[in-house]
């Protein structure tokens, strides 16, 4: 798993990767009441705001982590927002992107240092 400094995870997935955002971010946020998603098709570009979730704490954005196209959406998330506090890297899952230039995903971290981060 890679992660990025606005506490997001990505998953390698065949020729896309699975985004969600961290244990760390739902606990900061608190409990999650709403989100909205992008389409699925919707070409992005890194650091685009493509996510909105609300929680009882606050309102935040999710930017894209890497330049590409939204293949797939969790529906189920968008039903029960709560999946991101109580499986924030299973079934709370946001979205699937295919990178259209992967030497992006080069600069995230590892475990460890998303560890460094947080720690």
Avoid at 54 to 61: F, G, H, R
Wanted: aromatic share 6%.
């Amino acid at each position: 798993m890679k992660y990025t400094a606005e506490h997001e995870w990505l998953k390698e997935d065949g020729d896309a990767y699975v985004v969600g955002i961290t244990e760390h971010a739902t606990s900061q946020l608190g409990d999650l009441v709403f989100v909205e998603l992008p389409e699925v098709g919707a070409t992005v570009n890194k650091d685009d705001e493509i996510v909105v979730i609300e929680s009882v704490k606050a309102a935040s954005d999710i930017l894209a982590p890497v330049d590409g196209e939204i293949t797939e959406i969790n529906e189920a998330l968008v039903a029960d927002p709560s999946l991101a506090n109580s499986d924030a890297l299973g079934d709370g899952w946001f979205f699937k992107i295919k990178p259209s230039d992967p030497s992006q995903l080069d600069g995230m971290m590892d475990e460890a240092g998303y560890k460094a981060l947080i720690g």
